[in-house]
Nanobody, 125 residues
Framework: QVQLVESGGGLVQAGGSLRLSCAASGRTSRRYAMGWFRQAPGKVRELVAAINWSGQRLYYPDSVKGRFTISRDNGKNTAYLQMNSLKPEDTAVYYC??????????????????WGQGTQVTVSS
């Protein structure tokens, strides 16, 4: 079992930046990939970034590529999502997720077994 807690959400103006954090606890001795998802009202949850255990295999959809950066500090059991050049359409609840895997970078929601409770990001125009 892994417990995940997100932080860092808030209200920001368009063009601004936010950094989300996801702290993991529990069976963190095992290797796990992490992903950041978001869900806007009335929309399906979508992946915005994923990173494997080593941090060498990253994934971003086109919608955030060049603006969002995922990273992790395994010594702190924490993953980060740096979000720059934010747009109103980035407004959503952001969730981090984890999946036990040695090297893979899961990109499907169904592949992740552990989820945080989410943090709200609101981008005003």
């Amino acid at each position: 079992q892994v417990q995940l807690v997100e932080s860092g959400g808030g209200l920001v103006q368009a063009g601004g930046s936010l950094r989300l954090s996801c702290a993991a606890s529990g069976r963190t001795s095992r290797r796990y990939a992490m992903g950041w998802f978001r869900q806007a009202p009335g929309k399906v949850r979508e992946l915005v970034a994923a990173i494997n255990w080593s941090g060498q295999r990253l994934y971003y959809p086109d919608s955030v590529k060049g603006r969002f950066t995922i990273s992790r500090d395994n010594g702190k059991n924490t993953a980060y999502l740096q979000m720059n050049s934010l747009k109103p359409e980035d407004t959503a609840v952001y969730y981090c997720a984890a999946e036990f895997t040695d090297w893979r970078t899961p990109t499907q929601e169904s592949e992740y077994d552990y989820w945080g409770q989410g943090t709200q990001v609101t981008v005003s125009s």
